[in-house]
């Protein structure tokens, strides 16, 4: 297990509200194939929020049917409770997954302070059967973690690295300077996967490998042979369509997105709504200007 490359949060997708499986079983067989490094499964992309324990298992034991050889498995395992984060690790691992992806907890957010935060990590690292990855989103929780608390958790023998989603690049730089060797920082968010890469970010999780898979691994790729001049011009092909598609119009978006290019995108799941005709059209724009439809 390396922790290494782009990983692609994978849709859930849905058949009037309910999951289609054989479409998600698709989407993974089609995506094995493009040079990701493997799946977030049930994570924010996947709607994790709107789904059931039951589901999950359902999810988890349909991906790795079709997965490619040497991908791994990150499922979304972050609950409010130390103890049902655990439980929901464990119950991940029994399904194959190879790390779980835990966000803060953020309820009671004015009781998350740095030793609470830094207490909840360490227990269900002690606990959990499988490594887990800190997620750190402030887009969804309003807690931002500390870099001084990333860099005490580092150190830990089951924490095997962080997902941040801050889209703060001194915030990524920093974390990524404190934090232990063999401690993963992962980029979350795609306007900093160039400057994130440079900065010694091993990887990342990008919603757009939904729908231009290739594209993102390109960049990583470039960076990797140190052709800077190639990974820039293939990362600011996917600016515009991060900030839009991802950015603005969420989980809709990218759906619809991956119906344009081929992959199996469905409706989300209610509350959420699909995206109007003119967002739908102003995505296949974008898509036409990134030369990746015609």
Known sequence: MS?????CPITTPFRQQAIALAELKTNVASLSATGLAGFVIFGSTGEAILLESREKVELLTAIREDLGEGLEII???????TGATVELCKLAAEHGAQYGLVITPHYY?????PAALAGHFKRVAD???????IYSVPKFTAIDLPSAVVQELS?????????DS????????????CAGEDFAVMIGNASLLFGGLLSGARAAILALANFVPKECVAVGAAISRQDYGEALKSFHRLLPLGKKIVGNLGVPGIKA?????GYWGGDPREPLLPISAADRQEIHELLRIADIIR
Do not use: F, W
Not at 75 to 81: D, K, L
Not at 127 to 133: E, F, M, N, V
Not at 155 to 163: L, M, Q, R
């Open 109 to 113: 957010g004015a009781q998350m302070h």
């Open 166 to 177: 801050t889209g703060d690049l001194a915030k990524l730089v920093e974390v990524t300077s």
């Open 3 to 7: 922790l290494r490359g782009i990983y």
């Open 127 to 133: 606990k959990s059967p499988i490594p887990i990855i």
């Open 155 to 163: 150190s830990h023998e089951n924490i095997a690295g962080i997902k």
């Open 75 to 81: 499922a979304g395992t972050g609950q409010e409770s």
């Open 257 to 261: 997105a991956m119906e344009m290019v």
